[in-house]
């Protein structure tokens, strides 16, 4: 079944519904490709944004072409639909994204790390947390 969520952000409600495995699929390992540009970065951990660490933000954006996340973008906008501030109106992302986000970048990014962590959150904390169990001695799971 597919998970749904409701968020607020500037002002504005967003129902972010999951894609389908189908999508999902091939998304997921885009998804991983671009993350780990910023793998020395997360395996610092929370906290650690001292000017070596900015640099490999900034090191890491670099590296990102933005025509790479249209897709991960495109899914996101098609899965979410948004209401207007009074609640009256719900129209789904994709058929308002450049009117509805534009000069709203902080509230655009948000809106994607959020279907993110919808669409890829569990895979990436049960991922982590296998991988953290590997580097204390953990064994993984046999197949």
Same mark, same amino acid.
């Given at each position: 079944?597919?998970?749904?969520?409701?968020?607020?952000?500037?002002?504005?409600t967003y129902e972010?519904?999951?894609? #389908? +495995?189908?999508?999902?699929? &091939? @998304?997921?390992?885009?998804?991983?490709?671009?993350?780990?540009?910023? !793998?020395?970065? %997360?395996?610092?951990?929370? #906290? +650690?944004?001292?000017?070596? &660490? @900015?640099?490999?933000?900034?090191?890491?954006?670099?590296?990102?072409? !933005?025509?790479? %996340?249209?897709?991960?973008?495109? +899914?996101?906008?098609?899965? &979410?639909?948004?209401?207007?501030?009074?609640?009256?109106?719900?129209?789904?992302?994709?058929?308002?994204?450049?009117?509805?986000? +534009?000069?709203?970048?902080? &509230?655009?990014?948000?809106?994607?790390?959020?279907?993110?962590?919808?669409?890829?959150?569990?895979?990436?904390?049960?991922?982590?947390?296998?991988?953290?169990?590997?580097?204390?001695?953990?064994?993984?799971?046999?197949?």
């Open positions: 079944m597919r998970k749904q969520q409701t968020v607020n952000i500037e002002g504005f972010l519904s999951q894609m #389908g +495995a189908v999508e999902g699929r &091939a @998304l997921v390992l885009l998804f991983l490709k671009l993350l780990g540009r910023f !793998a020395p970065l %997360l395996a610092k951990g929370a #906290g +650690a944004l001292d000017a070596d &660490a @900015l640099d490999a933000i900034g090191t890491a954006i670099n590296t990102v072409d !933005a025509k790479e %996340l249209e897709p991960l973008w495109d +899914a996101f906008s098609r899965h &979410a639909q948004v209401r207007s501030k009074d609640g009256k109106t719900r129209q789904v992302v994709s058929e308002v994204f450049d009117e509805h986000f +534009a000069g709203e970048y902080f &509230a655009m990014m948000k809106f994607f790390i959020e279907s993110a962590k919808l669409n890829f959150g569990d895979f990436l904390g049960k991922a982590l947390a296998q991988a953290g169990d590997l580097t204390s001695g953990g064994q993984a799971p046999s197949p």
